[in-house]
């Protein structure tokens, strides 16, 4: 049972790293493999909006910039059984980063229809507005979106904020324990 999560954020500390480090060991208490991509350790390239708006993505399935690391992160989210993507509200919606690679990696998967590699997989979304607290909403609309597109199936939303930080935290790693017992 691989579980990979999927970060947004640019941190090795503050409350996002630490709904990443809660939803890790959620996935190990339930006996889960759990591997983190961090997409800000890969810098990836924005899509590039090939030709009159597609590329090979339609056709092909790839990125024709994928050998940035885009292609291998592509290939974790499809041998992964489940998913969990984790990102700090910025500006109301998920990172800079997670926004480069979800930008190419939809054009990619949505493009396949059923076919799509997370067709049917669950996912858990974390998003932690830290600062005003404003713009959880919005930031889960667009998750929720990019979920819908690539066929996934949404296993709960949990949203993290200075206030509730101390259960929320609680919260993710039980949540990632159950999407593990879950997903068998
Ligand atoms: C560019 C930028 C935009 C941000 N926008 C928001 C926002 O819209 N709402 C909010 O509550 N916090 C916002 N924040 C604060 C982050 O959400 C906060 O840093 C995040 O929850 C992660 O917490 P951490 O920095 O302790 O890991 C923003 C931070 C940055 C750097």
């Known amino acids: 049972m691989k579980v990979l999560i999927v970060s947004g954020t640019p941190k090795h ?12 060991l959620g996935v190990e208490k339930a006996g889960g493999d759990c591997e983190v991509v961090n997409l800000c350790q890969t810098k990836l390239k924005v899509c ?3 030709g009159e708006g597609w590329g090979t993505c339609r056709q092909d399935h790839v990125c024709q910039f994928g ?5 291998a992160i592509q290939e974790k989210l499809a041998a992964a059984d489940a ?29 396949k229809g059923d076919s799509s590699a997370l067709n049917g997989k669950r996912i858990l979304l974390v998003a932690s507005p830290g600062g005003s ?13 990019l979920c819908k597109h690539l066929k996934a199936e949404i296993f709960d939303f949990v949203g993290v904020n200075r206030w509730n930080r ?19």
């Open 48 to 50: 590039a909006v090939c």
């Open 133 to 145: 607290g404003n713009g959880m909403v919005s930031c889960f609309e667009q998750m929720e979106r």
């Open 13 to 24: 500390e503050g409350l996002c790293h630490s709904c990443v480090e809660s939803a890790r």
């Open 83 to 111: 998913l969990i993507f984790v990102t700090p509200v910025y500006w109301g919606d998920i990172s800079e980063a997670m926004k480069a690679f979800f930008d190419r990696y939809r054009r990619c998967e949505a493009s």
């Open 67 to 71: 050998d940035d690391g885009f292609d």
């Open 166 to 184: 101390e259960y929320k935290l609680v919260t993710i790693g039980e949540a990632a324990s159950a999407l593990v017992a879950q997903s068998k």
